[in-house]
């Protein structure tokens, strides 16, 4: 079999369709390049010394791990010196990372979870890097915070690295969804899968049913009817997976279908959920609905909400399409 590589792709696509200029493959194949570099860290675990905690605390008041200060470095350095970027972002820096004046500044903004799934790091369980790609406001010159405070709808490309059995990039530039699985001998990522498409038919949910008792009445009542099972009103029995991993729970709903689901909950209602909007819910959500899935918070659609903060909190439902309408409408009743 004839193996395409992640440039040779890039190259064809913008060929076939012009949405891939030089600039935004630059940054693709850079950002898929320190993914690279997590994955070998990832991989060599305590004999790499990249396990346990930093000491340290983010912008959102969590105990940061060695690996995710570790992939935040490596997304920046990679990122910084290529003329690709105006300014990066990421759910570990409080604010805006401009690029140091040194280099020259180019058109895109990139927004990352460096390290996404930490409670999994030190029990090797799946993780990953996931990030978006927004254009430069016309004629800005000192980037700000507000330069960044564009709707999903406004992302020209978005992503995920799985660290997993194997590692794998899935890849979105608005025109389907990819999957590229590492070759680890050859350092290269090689095109695995073609227009992934999230499977309608489901039985399968995600959610941490531990914060049950929170949960308000239209996501208590979704949940229930799945656990009727085939006696209840949907008729047929369900299967439940929480891998506390957004990127390797969303990378099993892309293959076989299913719900994931992180609500808003009765407690604090400055903080709707767990998920980012930014980094986590908007590149998530761009990815499952290329795949043919839908993404809300519940309400809207997870594209179309106009951001206010960098870090803002936003409940998240996503995957096969009928699944997320429905829960979507319950929330509407
Ligand atoms: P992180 O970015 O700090 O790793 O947090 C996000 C992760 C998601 O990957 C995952 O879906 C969720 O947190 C798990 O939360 P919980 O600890 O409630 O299971
Ligand atoms: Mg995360």
């Not at 935040?72 to 003329?83: D, F, R, V, Y």
């Not at 767990?274 to 609905?289: C, D, G, Q, S, T």
Request: charged share 20%; hydrophobic share 40%.
């Amino acid at each position: 079999m004839k193996r395409v590589s992640l440039t040779q792709y890039l190259v064809e696509e913008q060929r076939l369709h012009s949405n891939i200029p030089a600039s935004l493959r630059l940054l693709i194949e850079v950002v898929a390049r320190a993914c690279k570099t997590i994955s070998h860290s990832v991989g060599k675990g305590a004999l790499g010394d990249i396990l346990g905690s930093a000491n340290t605390e983010n912008i959102q008041g969590e105990v940061q791990k060695k690996l995710d200060v570790i992939s935040n470095e490596i997304l920046l350095e990679a990122n910084e010196w290529g003329g690709h970027l105006a300014a990066m972002a990421s759910e570990e820096m409080e604010s805006i990372h401009p690029i140091p004046n040194r280099y020259p500044m180019g058109e895109y903004m990139l927004l990352f979870d460096p390290l996404d799934g930490s409670s999994n790091i030190d029990v090797n369980v799946s993780i990953g890097t996931i990030f978006s790609v927004l254009k430069a406001p016309e004629g800005m010159t000192q980037p700000t915070e507000a330069d960044f405070m564009q709707a999903g709808s406004q992302q020209v490309a978005a992503g995920y690295a799985v660290y997993g059995p194997q590692t794998m990039l899935v890849l979105t530039t608005g025109n389907g969804v990819n999957c590229f699985t590492l070759d680890r001998e050859m350092g290269s990522w090689v095109l695995t899968q073609k227009d992934m498409q999230i499977p309608e038919e489901t039985k399968e949910f995600a959610i941490n049913m531990s914060n049950q008792r929170h949960w308000h009445p239209p996501v208590t009542r979704y949940v229930d009817e799945m656990l009727a099972g085939k006696t209840g009103p949907r008729g047929k029995d369900f299967n439940m997976r929480w891998i506390a991993s957004m990127v390797a729970d969303v990378h099993r709903i892309l293959n076989r279908g299913g719900i994931f689901m992180y609500p808003a909950d009765q407690r604090d209602p400055s903080q709707p959920g767990k998920l980012r909007l930014m980094y986590e819910a908007n590149p998530m959500a761009f990815i499952v609905e290329q795949a043919g899935g839908a993404a809300t918070d519940g309400r809207q659609r997870i594209l179309d909400i106009a951001p206010q903060k960098l870090h803002q909190r936003v409940p998240v439902f996503l995957g096969s399409k009928s699944e997320v309408e429905r829960v979507t409408s319950y929330h509407q009743e």
